[in-house]
């Protein structure tokens, strides 16, 4: 059964939640970690299963994690979908409360979908109670929405960078889009119409959606309330600005970064439309534990 924001009482108390989640997805939020920042004594695992990416952000070096929702400069070690299970096995049962379970790269976890969806079913199968959780770029969203519902997905990121295509093209060099590479204007605002179309149909699909936003000094800082206006009429009630940090070998490597105090000022100026992340960590592709605490490299 359905819980309007009226009836579940649980979304007036926490602005994290959407309306119409079901109970048991209001209960996965409640435990996750990064959408609900009182849930900080849950933790998540990222299982990194998902090397292709099919845009190109001008920003990112594909030697390393999806800078749209990870650290800079970091790699994380491949998994098969077999060797994923394995590993949240093994962290399940050193790790306590451990309720949630993300695939956010190091590429697209849609561009890999026979992966993302292998290593979904896999660990639905055996613990029906973690909350699954993704991010991803949207291109391929649209195609997807439904059968991430189905495949039992609770929570999902979208990176959107602008919502104007005079400004996309200047974040997005192409995309890769039905065995075509598409470059400029043309590709940004395919990628956008996915990414807003992905949206509006899990709108009404019980999953809890939180947009992700890398704010570039000079190029989209100016349009990020823009974004965050933009993606609350489609109904997100989370999102999570993040500063553009550098990576060598990009188009923005010597680019001025925003200023922590500038990135606070952007976050509570769009606070006051959606609700935002104040402490996202931009973790790694295969961070493992409490935001406070990564473990993934700790031997245990
Ligand atoms: Fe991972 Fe992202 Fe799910 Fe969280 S991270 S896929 S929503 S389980 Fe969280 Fe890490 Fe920030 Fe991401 S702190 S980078 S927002
Ligand atoms: Fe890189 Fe992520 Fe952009 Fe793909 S979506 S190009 S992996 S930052």
Redesign the pocket.
């Known amino acids: 059964m359905r819980n309007c924001r009226g009836c579940s009482g649980e979304s007036e108390k926490d602005p994290y939640l959407k309306a119409g989640l079901s109970k048991e997805t209001i209960e996965k939020t409640l435990k996750h970690p990064c959408y609900n920042k009182n849930a900080h004594d849950n933790a998540r695992i990222h299982l990194p299963v998902a090397p292709v ?1 099919n ?3 001008a920003f ?1 070096n ?1 030697k390393f994690d ?3 929702e990870s650290r800079p400069g970091v790699t994380s070690n491949l998994l098969t979908p077999e060797k994923a299970f394995e590993t949240f096995e093994y962290y399940n049962s050193k790790v306590e409360n451990l309720t949630v379970m993300g695939i956010a ?1 190091p ?2 976890a849609l561009a890999n979908f026979e992966e993302t969806k292998r290593t979904i079913q896999l660990i639905k199968e055996k613990h029906p109670d973690v909350a699954i959780c993704l991010s991803t ?1 949207g291109l391929l969203l649209p195609q997807y929405a439904v059968e991430l519902k189905e495949l039992g997905i609770t929570h999902l990121t979208v ?1 959107i960078n602008a919502v104007d295509p005079s400004i996309g093209e200047k974040i997005y060099d192409h995309i890769d889009y039905n065995g075509k590479r598409i470059v400029g204007r043309e590709a940004s605002e395919i990628l956008l119409h996915n990414q807003l179309e992905g949206l509006e149909i899990l709108k009404n699909l019980d999953v809890m959606c939180k947009v992700n936003i890398v704010a570039i000094k000079g190029v989209n800082d100016f349009h990020v309330k823009e974004i965050v206006e933009k993606v609350k009429s489609l109904g997100v009630t989370l999102t999570n600005i993040m500063s553009l940090i550098p990576v060598k070998g990009t188009a923005f490597e010597n680019h001025e970064s925003l200023t922590s105090e500038e990135l606070k000022k952007l976050r509570k100026d769009c606070d006051t439309l959606v609700t935002q992340m104040f402490h996202c960590r931009q973790c790694r592709a295969d961070a493992v534990g409490k935001l406070s605490h990564d473990i993934s490299q700790e031997a245990i």
């Open positions: 990416c845009i190109k952000c990112c594909r999806c800078q749209n790269g590429g697209d770029n990176t």
